[in-house]
């Protein structure tokens, strides 16, 4: 594979991990951050937003994850993975303390 194809699948990870804070909250009624919001990624947006953010990030990633070739090679997954992974860290880091407790 190409190095652009592992570009690809680390880019797949990265947005498909976006999808799902903003999906589960959306989807859940409750208002959470989003790029949309003000100040941007700090305020609160408002559920359909962040249910659109979601699936805007999900046809980024299956794009990426078409481009990545992702089942053809178990290097491909691995660096799928570690673009999920990275992301899944940055926004546990990122949204932490933002929610008000129940």
Do not use: E, R
């Not at 947006?45 to 053809?72: C, E, H, Q, R, T």
């Amino acid at each position: 594979m190409k190095w652009y194809n592992y570009l690809a699948c680390f880019f797949a990870g990265v947005f498909i991990a976006n999808v799902i804070p903003h999906y589960i909250n959306g989807v859940s009624g409750d208002d959470f951050p989003s790029p949309f919001s003000t100040p941007p990624g700090k305020g609160l947006s408002s559920p359909l937003s962040n249910v659109l953010w979601a699936l805007f990030n999900l046809v980024v990633g299956y794009f990426f994850y078409k481009a990545g070739k992702i089942s053809s090679s178990k290097w491909a997954l691995l660096v799928f993975f570690i673009g999920f992974a990275i992301m899944s860290i940055n926004l546990g880091i990122h949204f932490a303390g933002k929610m008000p407790s129940p």
